[in-house]
């Protein structure tokens, strides 16, 4: 049996009721889970105190903490894992910018600190980005999350918004353009 359809199956079991499918199920997408978080990692600063284990076992541990699951196959349950691991980094990206601002850390001299390493992705404007598309286009938000913090294909995403590939590459580039002039500015 394939690990697809076998992480298909453990899904549905779930959506059935079948408690123990959440336990049946991780050791399956484990792998795939830790890929995303490597990938969302590697977008981050370097020395991020994040590591992929940590990432994964929260967003999961999220995941199954959902009362009534509502996944509909593979692509839709490692895109539900994607946004969780987003909003996992956000939420510690914001907690270290505010207490950047005051919150108990002790100040250094220009010499002390640590160098700024350019080309740094800052995760909190994305975020803050991506919801000022979301309010104009909703679904070319979602596609950039699914593609972008996903990992997912163009067709898995067609599948989990129930578009055309085509209209995933348009949204894809359209969004793409629209958050590089955000971001630039």
Do not use: C
């Not at 899904?11 to 336990?23: K, P, T």
């Not at 990938?39 to 940590?54: F, I, K, S, V």
């Amino acid at each position: 049996m394939t690990a697809s359809v076998d992480i298909t199956r453990q899904i549905d079991a779930a959506r059935g009721g079948d408690a123990a499918a959440l336990d049946r199920l991780f050791p399956i997408v484990y792998e795939e889970l830790k890929r995303l978080a490597r990938q969302e990692l590697a977008r981050e600063r370097p020395g991020h105190t994040w590591q992929p284990t940590a990432l994964v076992h929260e967003a999961y541990l999220r995941l199954v903490a959902q009362r009534t699951p509502d996944w509909s196959g593979r692509a839709y349950f490692f895109s539900l894992a994607a946004t969780m691991m987003r909003r996992i980094l956000v939420n510690h990206a914001r907690d270290r910018a505010a207490q950047k601002r005051g919150g108990g850390i002790e100040a250094v001299t220009l010499s002390q600190a640590e160098p700024v390493v350019e080309g740094d992705l800052d995760l909190v404007r994305l975020h803050e980005a991506l919801d000022a598309l979301a309010a104009l286009d909703a679904r070319q938000a979602r596609v950039v999350e699914l593609k972008f913090f996903g990992g997912l294909e163009i067709d898995e995403i067609a599948s989990v918004v129930g578009v055309s590939n085509a209209t995933v590459r348009r949204d894809w580039n359209l969004a793409r353009l629209w958050l590089g002039r955000e971001l630039a500015a």
